[in-house]
């Protein structure tokens, strides 16, 4: 393949440098010590939630959250462990185990890297819009649903990844209720929706409670929630199940870089999780990056730079026991609102976390699970675009098919299963809507010599409207002639130019002339590769409909025997 047709490796930060001076550092290291500390809580909470050990989320941000800031297509997009992973994540890990899950996320990374050096990154703009929000939404409820044990302080066997056997293990396991936990997971869950949300500093507040709230709204709610739940927990000795007593706290390092075990047997059994992993990412991470061009007055994102620096990003961080990464929309949201401008606001971010585990981790013993169960419980309805169930009605039954489906789908089976299902709906519906918008009607032309029949075509002539071509072949008696005015079509297949042919053969079997008048430069340079010109002839291909009235009545012409 040619170089050219392939995508140029160019960080968006090499063009951020240019010209980069103490103001905007100043405006980037704000922003991301703040996205840091955001970060810190979730990075757990969803390490957590999909099945593995804390650590994995915090290493996860450290790594990938660096590597998609230095390398990626966006100025702003902050890279890290992803709430809509959780649900993927923790069904690899159930059936296939830890090892394969790193080994299907590296191999994500290697298939999310070639998509955007072959430039497939704005193919994944094309995924329906009813289609994201039906398993963003299904992914919303099985992450709430999945935080139920720790919510409630159930005494409960690990989950199934299932979502009716998790709804029998929790009702069976309802009477094991821990009040404190419930307490604990209660309070920080209205913190973090109650704490303020600007980042923005006033210039002139007024009042002192203005004053108070905007400086407030520097600490984020989900940092105050746990460390409120934790000092809670300390002091009073809650009976409650903390990172410490379930997993014997967290490393205060990074861990050393390991090669899985690889055979090719393995690869072929993990390509579904692979293909999920890198279609998740690609999605939840381009959606993001177009949310932070439409906030911040910054360049518009690279989509295929992006999703090279993803998969660099998932390609190196499962070689450190990291998990799958991608863009994060509410820590992007939080970067923008507090000033960040270019990729260092990223790249500090990870620094942040890193100083963190390298200087705090032994306090993480005692974060009791609860309040994790909390701040993931907003996060899961934050993520879910509820309203749209609400306008439902608004929308045609194609579209609310897609979407309910397409949410039920990911919520009883999972995300692969939902998405596939999803394209074939919305493909099987385009392919009916676009058959339905292809006419062909009967023109009364008073200008037409007796004999010629005018038939006006317009919208698109392919494999899925062929049949209204095929009823052309039936003339009433005495047609001489059929005029195909085709000024209004604008594109045509193969097999539009297929039943074209077999109309031109049936139409001359009964000594009917077939003229193509007015024929649109994409049908016409069809039908002169695939040598229906030299077939129908040359003359019965005109301009306007008047030259086709007068090919209708000229002698037939030579015609060779092409085709």
């Given at each position: 393949m040619s170089p050219s047709r392939l995508h140029r490796f160019r960080p968006r930060l090499l063009d951020a440098l240019t010209g980069y001076d103490r103001r905007r550092f100043s405006a980037d290291l704000g922003a991301g010590i703040t996205v840091g500390i955001v970060a810190l809580p979730l990075a757990m909470a969803f390490a957590i939630?999909?099945?593995?050990?804390?650590?994995?989320?915090?290493?996860?941000?450290?790594?990938?959250?660096?590597?998609?800031?230095?390398?990626?297509?966006?100025?702003?997009?902050?890279?890290?462990?992803?709430?809509?992973?959780?649900?993927i994540v923790y069904g690899i890990v159930e059936r296939y185990g830890l090892a394969n899950l790193l080994i299907a996320t590296s191999l994500a990374g290697v298939l999310m890297f070639v998509m955007g050096l072959f430039k497939l990154g704005a193919l994944v703009r094309y995924v329906p819009v009813p289609i994201v929000i039906g398993f963003t939404n299904g992914i919303a409820v099985l992450i709430g649903l999945s935080q139920v044990k720790d919510f409630l302080g159930l005494d409960t066997p690990k989950l199934p990844s299932d979502f009716f056997s998790q709804i029998a293990v929790l009702a069976r396991h309802a009477h094991t209720l821990n009040p404190a936990a419930?307490?604990?997971?209660?309070?920080?869950?209205?913190?973090?929706?109650?704490?303020?949300?600007?980042?923005?500093?006033?210039?002139?507040?007024?009042?002192?409670?203005?004053r108070l709230r905007r400086l407030s709204a520097h600490l984020p709610g989900?940092?105050?929630?746990?460390?409120?739940?934790?000092?809670?927990?300390?002091?009073?000795?809650?009976?409650?199940?903390?990172?410490?007593?379930?997993?014997?706290?967290?490393?205060?390092?990074?861990?050393?870089?390991?090669?899985?075990?690889?055979?090719?047997?393995?690869?072929?059994?993990?390509?579904?999780?692979?293909v999920t992993i890198a279609l998740l990412g690609s999605i939840e991470s381009l959606l993001c990056a177009r949310v932070a061009d439409n906030m911040a007055p910054i360049p518009r994102h690279d989509p295929n730079q992006e999703l090279m620096a993803q998969g660099v990003a998932n390609f190196v961080t499962p070689l450190f026991g990291g998990i799958p990464a991608t863009g994060t929309i509410a820590r992007t949201v939080t970067n923008v609102r507090a000033g960040g401008q270019t990729p260092v606001a990223g790249i500090v971010h990870a620094l942040t976390v890193l100083a963190v585990v390298l200087l705090a981790a032994p306090l993480a013993l005692h974060v009791p699970l609860a309040a994790l169960a909390g701040i993931l419980a907003f996060v899961a309805w934050n993520m879910g675009e509820w309203r749209e169930f609400v306008r439902l009605r608004q929308f045609s039954v194609q579209y609310r098919t897609i979407l309910v489906g397409t949410f039920a789908l990911t919520v009883i089976f999972d995300l692969t299963v939902a998405v596939e299902v999803g394209l074939i709906l919305a493909c099987v519906f385009f392919i009916y809507r676009m058959s339905t918008l292809f006419r062909a009607e009967?023109?009364?032309?008073?200008?037409?010599?007796?004999?010629?029949?005018?038939?006006?075509?317009?919208?698109?002539?392919?494999?899925?409207?062929?049949?209204?071509?095929?009823?052309?072949?039936?003339?009433?008696?005495?047609?001489?002639?059929?005029?195909?005015?085709?000024?209004?079509?604008?594109?045509?297949?193969?097999?539009?130019?297929?039943?074209?042919?077999?109309?031109?053969?049936?139409?001359?079997?009964?000594?009917?002339?077939?003229?193509?008048?007015?024929?649109?430069?994409?049908p016409r340079s069809l039908i002169r590769r695939a040598g229906f010109e030299a077939e129908i002839g040359a003359a019965n291909i005109t301009a306007t409909l008047a030259e086709a009235y007068a090919a209708a009545l000229a002698p037939a012409p030579e015609v060779s025997e092409a085709g």
């Open positions: 939630a999909s099945g593995v050990k804390p650590e994995q989320g915090l290493f996860t941000a450290i790594i990938a959250g660096f590597l998609i800031a230095a390398l990626g297509g966006s100025h702003v997009q902050i890279g890290g462990p992803a709430g809509a992973f959780i649900v419930l307490a604990l997971a209660a309070a920080s869950l209205a913190i973090v929706v109650l704490w303020p949300k600007s980042y923005k500093m006033p210039t002139a507040p007024s009042g002192l409670l203005a989900t940092i105050v929630a746990l460390v409120a739940a934790t000092v809670a927990t300390v002091l009073l000795d809650l009976p409650v199940e903390t990172i410490g007593s379930r997993f014997g706290g967290i490393p205060q390092s990074l861990p050393g870089f390991e090669l899985p075990e690889f055979s090719w047997t393995t690869v072929k059994q993990l390509l579904i999780p692979t009967p023109v009364a032309d008073a200008g037409a010599p007796e004999g010629v029949r005018v038939v006006e075509v317009f919208g698109s002539l392919f494999f899925g409207a062929v049949g209204k071509i095929e009823t052309l072949t039936a003339q009433p008696p005495g047609t001489r002639a059929l005029v195909l005015e085709m000024h209004r079509l604008i594109s045509m297949d193969t097999s539009g130019l297929d039943a074209l042919s077999q109309l031109h053969r049936e139409l001359e079997r009964r000594g009917v002339r077939l003229v193509l008048a007015a024929v649109n430069e994409q």
